[in-house]
C-alpha cells in the first residue's frame, strides 16, 4: 500500500532564511505527488503539483524518484507562509482518492 | 464564492447519538470525498463517491456510512457515534477522470466532539 511520510512534525525558520519541508512516499508505480496547504482559519487548498512543474508562492517541489521524494522549497520564507503543509500522493488511476502525510506546520518568524 | 458546504461548523453529540454531516457542492463535480483530519495523523480518508448512488470504503470507513442521493450532496452518517470518532471532519470534491480528479476543492470543516 503507498504511504506519504512527513518526518518533520513542526519548522520553524526566520523570515528570509530557506525552508524545505521534507516528503518522502512508498509506491511502486508512477505517483502523482502535490503539497495542500492550510493557512490559519482557512480550508485546505493544493499549492502545487509536480506535473505542473511550476512555482506557486515562490515554493517548488521536484519529485525524485530515485529517492521516493518530493520536498517543498522556498529560498526566502515569509511570515505569511505560516502554515500547515501536507504532501499528498495519488496512484493516478483512483478517482481523486489521495494518500496523505502527517502534515508540517511551518511557523515564519519575524 | 463558497463552492463545497458542509453544513455543520461544530457540534456536540453524547456516545451512541447517530450523528449526520452533511456535504454539499455547486461545483457538478463528480468525486466526493469524505477525510478526518487529526493532529499527527495528518488526513485519513473514510469514504469517497465518484458518481451519485456509488460509494467506495477509503482507509478507515468502520464505524461509518455515506449516502451520495445527489450529484451535489455527499452525507457521512455516524450510526453510533463514540468518543473515538471526535475530530475534524473534512468533505472535498473534484471533477471527474482523467484531468482535475486529484485537485480537490475543500470544505471548512465540521469539528464534532463526542462526549
Known amino acids: 500500500a503507498q504511504r506519504v511520510t512527513q518526518p518533520e512534525k513542526l519548522l520553524s525558520v526566520f523570515k528570509g532564511a530557506p525552508v524545505e519541508l521534507k516528503c518522502n512516499y512508498s509506491?511502486?508505480?508512477?505517483?502523482?505527488l502535490f503539497w495542500y496547504v492550510q493557512y490559519s482559519r482557512q480550508r485546505l487548498q493544493l499549492l502545487l503539483r509536480?506535473?505542473s512543474r511550476e512555482s506557486i508562492k515562490g515554493f517548488t517541489a521536484d519529485l525524485n524518484k530515485g529517492e521516493t521524494s518530493f520536498h517543498l522549497k522556498k529560498p526566502f520564507a515569509q511570515e505569511e507562509d505560516s502554515a500547515m503543509y501536507y504532501c499528498?500522493?495519488?496512484?493516478?488511476?483512483?478517482?481523486?482518492?489521495?494518500?496523505f502525510g502527517q502534515g508540517t506546520i511551518l511557523t515564519v518568524h519575524p | 464564492d463558497v463552492k463545497v458546504t458542509q453544513s455543520s461548523r461544530y457540534l456536540v453529540k453524547r456516545t451512541g447519538e447517530k450523528v449526520f454531516l452533511e456535504c454539499v457542492q455547486d461545483?457538478?463535480?463528480?468525486?466526493m470525498f469524505w477525510y478526518r483530519q487529526d493532529p499527527g495523523l495528518g488526513l485519513r480518508l473514510i469514504y469517497f463517491?465518484?458518481?451519485?448512488?456509488?460509494?467506495e470504503k477509503g482507509d478507515i470507513p468502520e464505524g461509518y456510512s455515506v449516502s451520495r442521493e445527489k450529484k451535489e450532496r455527499f452525507s457521512l452518517i455516524l450510526e453510533s457515534a463514540s468518543t473515538n470518532q471526535t475530530s475534524m471532519y473534512l468533505c472535498?470534491?473534484?471533477?471527474?477522470?482523467?484531468?482535475?480528479?486529484?485537485?480537490?476543492?475543500f470544505g471548512a470543516g465540521s469539528r464534532l466532539t463526542v462526549l
Open positions: 472535498a470534491s473534484s471533477r471527474g477522470r482523467p484531468s482535475g480528479a486529484n485537485v480537490l476543492t
Open positions: 509506491y511502486s508505480g508512477s505517483p502523482e
Open positions: 509536480h506535473i
Open positions: 499528498a500522493l495519488s496512484e493516478g488511476t483512483s478517482y481523486g482518492k489521495l494518500t
Open positions: 461545483m457538478d463535480h463528480e468525486n
Open positions: 463517491s465518484y458518481d451519485v448512488k456509488m460509494k
